[in-house]
């Protein structure tokens, strides 16, 4: 599966949204705390201990959190640049982990967390990321709207130094080109069918 | 697919042949062919030994030797140019991965194997391998042993 990887700058956008009433945005940060309570250990325990154990380029990983009322309703997760995501450099972040009650979509509630994101990690160096797979209509609409341009297309590759996890990587940029300059190549290679 | 070499060196007497891959599907084994530059046969079979184990493509892990014992030994003459050929019956499915000499990294002859590279077949015609968006590549080895007798 095919990945596409969307960019923009951190700089924020005018505020084209607000929440109804009765809910409220809270950007959550890890402290003594490695994830929000009530969230699964998987993937957000590891996202907690690599914050707590620097693997992340920046100290930056957090989540923008929508409740209604004490009832969680919406998440946009941030992580800093890692070894997972080459392409990123020092500085950059990734959208990831965005999920919205099903009964609270269609609300604009994913629009006005990553607006609300970008107002609190605003930086108009810092490159913004949105990875999303190529059959994610939904997704790929969030990006557009929240002002992400299409970078290029990649896809996930086991990493030898990583077991399981692997690495999302760039392939190919939005014009066709290699990506310049090109991202590390994994240690394994693609298998070929014998015939 | 197969791995095309010209011996350098000494003449050697080759026992056995190995060869790493993964098997994707069914339960037949592996067909592995030495031939001469020119194609005549001078040694084929199906691969010995248990098959291995049935993994996914893309997994990590679960690549394994499969080897093909010669019913007498073989030679394999400096200058001359041989072909070691895999195929797979129709009711099995394999997978193999090939190793990047590092020419393109700085590896120098002594730290690989200088002598050929891996091929497959594209239409009707051989060609090197095509790999991170250039074709043709004619820097990556299978990974094959021969078992050499004195």
């Known amino acids: ?60 990983y957090g989540m923008a959190l929508i409740y209604e009322g004490t009832q969680l309703v919406h998440r946009t997760c941030l992580l800093p640049a890692h070894f997972r995501f080459p392409f990123m450099v020092r500085g950059d972040l990734q959208t990831a982990g965005i999920w919205t009650r099903p009964d609270r979509r269609g609300m604009g509630l994913a629009l006005i967390a990553l607006q609300g994101s970008l107002c609190r990690m605003a930086d108009p160096e810092r490159t913004l990321w949105y990875m999303v797979r190529e059959d ?15 970078f290029g297309r990649g896809r996930k590759l086991p990493s030898r130094a990583f077991g399981l996890l692997g690495a999302f990587h ?26 | 697919m197969r791995e095309t070499f010209t011996v350098t060196g000494v003449s050697r007497k080759a026992g056995a042949v190995a060869v790493q891959v993964r ?27 248990p098959l291995p184990a049935c993994t ?71 060609a090197g391998w095509d790999q991170w968006g250039h074709v043709r590549l004619t820097n990556a080895d299978l990974q094959i042993y021969f078992r050499l007798r004195p």
Not at chain 1, 27 to 34: E, N, T
Not at chain 1, 136 to 150: C, M, T, Y
Not at chain 2, 80 to 99: D, G, I, R
Request: net charge positive; glycine share 12%; hydrophobic share 35%.
């Open chain 2, 23 to 49: 098997r994707l599907a069914g339960d037949a084994p592996l067909s592995l062919r030495l031939e001469h530059g020119d194609g005549t046969l001078m040694a084929q079979g199906e691969a010995e030994g």
């Open chain 2, 56 to 126: 996914p493509s893309g997994a990590l892990g679960g690549c394994a030797w499969v080897g093909l014992t010669f019913a007498g030994p073989q030679t394999l003459a400096p200058g001359q140019t041989y072909h070691l050929l895999l195929s797979a019956p129709a009711s099995a499915s394999y997978e193999v991965y090939p190793m990047r000499k590092g020419t393109d990294k700085g590896f120098s002859d002594a730290t690989l194997f200088p002598d050929g590279h891996a091929e497959y077949r594209d239409g009707g015609a051989w």
């Open chain 1, 1 to 60: 599966m095919d990945y596409l990887f969307l960019k923009r700058t951190s700089r924020p956008d005018p505020v084209s949204a607000v929440l109804p009433p009765g809910f409220r945005l809270v950007f959550w940060r890890p402290g003594f705390r490695l994830r929000p309570w009530g969230f699964p250990a998987r993937p957000f325990l590891l996202w907690g201990l690599w914050h707590r154990l620097n693997v992340y380029a920046t100290p930056d």
């Open chain 1, 170 to 195: 760039i392939t190919e940029v939005h014009d066709g080109r290699a990506p310049q300059p090109p991202p590390r190549l994994p240690p394994t290679v693609p298998g070929m069918p014998i015939r």
């Open chain 1, 136 to 150: 994610n209509q939904p997704s790929l609409r969030l990006a557009e709207k929240g002002g992400f341009q299409l």
